[in-house]
């Protein structure tokens, strides 16, 4: 059997190890294959068969994280499983440590510095000690603020400098964007951190590797590019689209620093006015972290969406929405997606930035031009490329 390695920064957090004890649960049997698009039954085959993407079954989890805790220990932390799915979880997944954060090492000279030379050594021996065939990162790290421009960011001979002196330019969730070029692994941003900069698109473009990002669509921009479109089929003109956050996770904790919460907010605001053709929209998004009472909530994010049109004869109406998500769920189903597929892609020889996985992301990133949000577009054009060497 072939194997993919989806390796995850911020393997101890909410998503992460949801990911893990879903595929743990899938592998045993114990739970549906829902919530994945690689999942969705064309005649009698999946769309991530028709793609030749991998198996659930062929996946091979690991990752890295800031806090030194078991996965097991973590994912009760977040209590995203439910207390039955938690007790089916393998022991040995529970028992698994994610690799440490690594820091720089004057001791360890390496061309592109001690920090990343650490995290490649990490991708190899994984690759090695499990066997896998292919390897995918999907960074799922913390918020963090947006960085300033710098030099680095324009030519890969600056990136390279920097990256010699691990310059703090270089963000965490950069370096294992390098990481993954150099070692000719696939790299998901699945964070709302900035990480797509020319110079590091460049480099994965030299390593023959693929790209894609950032924010993952999960919940209220679900919505929202599903919704959107239908006001511009019928022509009802949206006058005012407020949107409301309020999430009590690690995530919500995170997001509470005003620059990172400035950072998810630019990430959740891009979609409307390209999706609806015109910019007279007062569009408003915030997100606050509240801390629940006994932690009642978990990890479900309430997403409160109020909508003010106009219709025929210019006759004034609202529409309401209350999405309450379950965040990681619904995050979890994509990376196992980027995962498999983006797999079909380090296999199709597809470098730097792919515009296909656009449908997964709050801010797709393409290599040219306006991204398009309007989630059907978005997934005729992926469903399109997922059949591209199927219909030849
Ligand atoms: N949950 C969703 O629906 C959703 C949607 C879109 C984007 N995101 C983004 O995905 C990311 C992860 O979300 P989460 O809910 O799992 O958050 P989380 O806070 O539970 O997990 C993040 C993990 O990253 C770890 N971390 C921090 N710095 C690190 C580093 N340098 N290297 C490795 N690990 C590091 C933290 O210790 C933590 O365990 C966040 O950036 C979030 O904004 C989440």
Request: with cysteine; charged share 20%; proline share 7%.
């Amino acid at each position: 059997m072939t194997k993919t390695g989806l390796l995850m920064p911020g393997f101890g957090g909410a998503i992460a190890t949801t990911v893990s004890g879903v595929i743990d649960l899938i592998k045993q049997g114990h739970v549906k294959k829902y919530g994945m698009i690689s999942e969705k039954q064309i005649d009698d085959r999946t769309l991530g068969q028709i793609a030749g993407a991998p198996e659930i079954e062929e996946l091979e989890v690991g990752g890295w994280d800031a806090v030194d805790a078991t996965i097991g220990d973590a994912m009760k932390l977040h209590g995203v499983l439910e207390e039955w799915q938690y007790n089916l979880v393998s022991p040995n997944l529970k028992r698994l440590r994610p690799w440490p954060v690594r820091c720089p090492d004057l001791e360890k000279k390496s061309p592109w510095g001690s920090c990343i030379a650490q995290i490649c050594n990490d991708i190899e021996t994984f690759r090695k000690e499990r066997g896998v065939d292919s390897i995918v990162l999907v960074n799922c790290i913390s918020t963090m603020p947006k960085p300033t421009p710098n030099p680095a960011y324009e030519s890969i001979s600056s990136l390279q400098v920097a990256c010699q002196q691990d310059d703090p330019c270089i963000t965490p969730s950069m370096q294992y964007a390098i990481a993954a070029a150099l070692t000719g692994s696939a790299y998901a941003n699945f964070t709302p951190n900035p990480v797509e900069v020319p110079s590091i698109v460049k480099l994965a473009q030299q390593h023959n590797t693929p790209f894609a990002g950032h924010d993952g669509k999960t919940g209220q921009t679900l919505l929202k590019t599903g919704i959107a479109p239908m006001f511009n089929i019928r022509n009802l003109r949206v006058r005012q689209w407020i949107s409301y956050n309020h999430l009590g996770n690690r995530d919500g904790a995170a997001l509470a620093e005003p620059n990172a919460n400035q950072t998810k907010i630019t990430s959740k605001a891009n979609c409307l006015t390209q999706i609806l053709g015109y910019e007279d929209v007062g569009h408003k998004v915030t997100i606050d972290y509240v801390p629940h009472p006994d932690g009642e909530l978990g990890d479900r994010k309430q997403a409160i969406d109020h909508i003010r049109f106009k219709g025929f004869g210019d006759t004034p109406m609202s529409l309401l929405l209350h999405f309450d998500c379950q965040d990681s769920s619904l995050a979890g189903g994509i990376v196992v997606d980027l995962a498999r597929f983006m797999t079909v892609s380090l296999a199709r020889k597809e470098s730097g930035l792919q515009p296909q996985y656009g449908l997964f992301f709050k801010s797709p990133q393409v290599p040219n031009g306006e991204p398009d949000h309007d989630l059907f577009n978005q997934a005729a054009y992926f469903e399109a490329w997922v059949c591209q060497d199927a219909n030849q």
